[in-house]
């Protein structure tokens, strides 16, 4: 049933974009409706991975990689990143099918895609490559001649070999001395510099560890190798050449001991040194150079800086998506991260390429579009854990007045960022929308929300419900906790301590007879957070004012609220903060515009508003304007704005970077320290995603709204 705009904002964006614009689209279809495939308590195993497809970047994500792999060589000529073999199977189980023969480009741009520029003419993997006068070079790696249902048979090769990628033929160099895998290399002038590494025979019970550093002059390749006795004996090491100097990073020891130690050879005096250790486990660690200095990254996902003479390393900046086996390579805005994996898990290798700026830090906003394939199109429940995308539930109509029973899901989907593939997961055990959530300890909390289930109101309508449940992550099993004594939705559910905390929001019950269906509750409720049995409850505390479809975050011992609506569809043009200590509000500074449905997202101290609608004139159409032609009203605009709160000063700023796409019905949540920004609404099916680094946001504050 269609209703006014007005009931628009009962649901969590009210008329976020203006009414004007919903009016100008056909109604959505809606698809079969789903059967639920899990209820409270049932365990359910995931789906098969599925890759994410027609996948578009902009900004410093470039575009992925249809096959991720780890162990594969990599090098630059200053346009194109190459990519050489690798493995994309399940790791420490190797097999001939999941070894790569590819060598692979992409423009250092991000303008274009991959392309295919050569064969390896057998899968090979833990080789290492460098470019060198137009000619892309491997040396070494290894080979695994297995199918992946038989027993691990693995060499190590000696090949040496250059590509000219503009042709696609090889160039023989002479072979190494021995077969080598799981070294690296780099360049020094024309000579190669290989270090690290070991020779197998069959398997990794039967292996030579590399005790030499071995050099060949590219541009006089018949002397052949040299070998240069190394202080060490370690593989799995990151290599990069600054200047004469070649430095060994990190590895494992033939006692299977994570090394972050580092080894530096001075080329021109032959003699080896000893730089500070790395200050992380560099075991998979990638290394290279820029400007001078070394950068490397391991498994903990930070980026690290160190030039020759420095005591120590620097932390840089965490890469979005942190990863080891991976290769980072030097381009003309940075450095650029390809491949590797997040862990020793089953569930892919990264796809996703980041590029990674080394200048001071300032807000910056890439994006990520790809198909989607679920129903929900809006009001979507949504959790963040580690790298894995989680929602749940939703509507799945375009327009606002969507409420028919069989608008509402309870489909679960579970996309892993890094990687770039869904899975289908446990449903939301009701078919609901606007659900609150949070996270507790390490599972997730869902909260009240709005639809038919478990019952509609007594007149057969979608109306507030107060039921709560709990997301084990690792099971894939929903639980239900005790919840709300009366239906609630566009709400506040804030975490604090060992206490759940309820603020604001609306009891709507279409079966109430006018405004008396919208009651804008006040108390502040509590409950345990340990205690799955313990109900929401009155705190005795009451908000200042009605308050709902705000935006609200914990920050320190505080709850932020800023915006909303109250009664009579008016916004709040006053801001509180609650101290939990205290249990007290306070008035804070309102940022520029009251903002109703936004988001506030807590990062480094700060608090971040973003989406949302504000209230603004508009011009309207002679036919829809009854104050005649060319009159100005009052309208709902979506804000694309990001303004950023610091409570040490009372203070809000504006971050100088917007919303990347429409804000109707999007979510921002923190990730890891950043904003990740995510909507299904469109009536495609597809999944836009914004993640903006917030930098140091631009001077200047915005004025406040009255106190």
Avoid at 257 to 264: A, F, G, T, W
Avoid at 400 to 421: K, N, T, Y
């Amino acid at each position: 049933m269609k209703r006014p705009c007005v009931l628009m904002s009962v649901l969590v964006s009210g008329c976020a974009g203006g009414a004007q614009l919903s009016d100008a689209r056909e109604p959505t279809p809606a698809p079969p409706a789903l059967e639920a495939t899990s209820g409270a308590g049932a365990v359910v195993e995931p789906s098969a991975v599925s890759p994410a497809t027609h996948v578009r970047t902009t900004g410093d994500l470039l575009p992925p990689m249809e096959r991720a792999v780890t162990s594969f060589g990599a090098a630059t000529d200053g346009k194109f990143a190459y990519v050489l073999g690798g493995y994309s199977g399940t790791p420490h189980a190797y097999s001939r099918e999941g070894q790569s023969r590819a060598v692979l480009r992409l423009p250092l741009s991000g303008e274009g895609g991959w392309e295919e520029v050569g064969d390896l003419g057998v899968g090979l993997q833990g080789l290492s490559a460098v470019s060198h006068r137009g000619e892309v070079c491997h040396f070494g790696g290894n080979r695994v001649d297995n199918a992946a249902s038989e027993p691990t048979v693995m060499y190590s090769v000696a090949t040496a070999r250059c590509l000219d990628p503009g042709t696609g033929v090889w160039r023989d160099l002479p072979d190494l001395p021995k077969g080598r895998s799981s070294h690296e290399g780099a360049l020094v002038g024309s000579q190669v510099f290989l270090a690290g590494g070991w020779r197998v025979e069959k398997t990794s019970e039967q292996v030579e560890w590399a005790r030499d550093l071995l050099v060949l002059d590219l541009e006089a390749p018949g002397a052949g190798w040299r070998g240069v006795p190394a202080p060490f004996q370690r593989r799995a090491v990151g290599v990069a050449a600054v200047g004469t100097q070649v430095v060994v990073v990190g590895g494992i020891t033939p006692e299977r001991e994570v090394s972050q130690r580092v080894d530096v050879f001075d080329t021109e005096t032959q003699r080896w040194s000893r730089g500070p250790d790395y200050p992380a486990e560099a075991f998979g660690v990638a290394v290279t150079s820029h400007e001078g200095a070394i950068y490397a990254s391991a498994r903990d996902g930070v980026l690290r800086r160190w030039a020759p003479g420095d005591g120590a390393w620097t932390d840089v900046k965490p890469l979005l998506f942190g990863r080891f086996f991976h290769q980072l390579v030097s381009g003309p805005e940075g450095l650029i991260a390809l491949g590797g994996i997040e862990g020793m898990h089953t569930e892919g290798r990264t796809r996703q390429v980041e590029r990674l700026h080394l200048g001071a830090p300032e807000p910056r906003v890439s994006t990520l579009e790809l198909d989607f394939p679920g129903a929900a199109k809006n009001r979507s429940g949504w959790f963040v854990d580690g790298e894995r995308l989680y929602l749940f539930g939703g509507n799945n109509g375009l327009e606002q007045h969507d409420f028919e029973p069989e608008r509402f899901v309870s489909e679960g989907w579970r996309l892993h960022l890094a990687a770039l593939h869904w899975q289908r997961i446990a449903d939301f055990p009701l078919r609901r929308q606007t659900m609150q959530t949070a996270r507790v300890g390490g599972a997730g909390l869902v909260v009240g929300g709005f639809g038919h289930e478990p019952a509609p109101s007594a007149n057969g309508e979608a109306q507030s419900h107060g039921e709560a449940f709990l997301y084990d992550f690792g099971a894939n099993r929903w639980t239900e906790r005790a919840g709300l004594s009366r239906g609630r939705t566009q709400f506040g559910l804030a975490v604090h301590g060992d206490r759940l905390w309820i603020f604001g929001g609306l009891n709507y019950d279409a079966s109430r007879e006018g405004a008396e269906a919208f009651d804008h509750v006040t108390d502040v409720l509590v409950a345990s957070a340990q205690d799955v049995q313990s109900p929401f409850v009155p705190s005795g505390v009451e908000l200042p004012g009605p308050r709902r479809a705000f935006a609200g975050a914990v920050l320190g011992d505080k709850y932020y609220l800023v915006g909303g609506m109250r009664g009579g569809f008016e916004l709040v043009e006053d801001c509180h903060a609650f101290d939990f200590r205290t249990r007290t509000f306070a008035t804070i500074a309102c940022p520029s515009e009251p903002r109703l449905s936004g988001d506030l997202v807590a990062v480094g101290g700060k608090l971040y508003l973003v989406g949302g609608s504000v209230q603004r004139p508009v011009q309207r159409p002679a036919q829809e304007s009854a104050q005649g032609p060319g009159q100005r009203q009052s309208g709902l605009l979506e804000s694309r704005q990001i303004q950023v709160y610091d409570p040490e000063n009372d203070r809000w700023t504006d971050l100088g970077v917007e919303v990347p796409f429409e804000t109707r019905h999007m979510r921002a949540l923190a990730y890891d320290g950043r904003l990740l920004l995510v909507s299904t609404h469109q009536k495609e099916a597809r999944m836009r995603i914004g993640l903006v680094e917030v930098g140091t946001p631009r001077e200047g504050a915005t004025a406040p709204a009255a106190r």
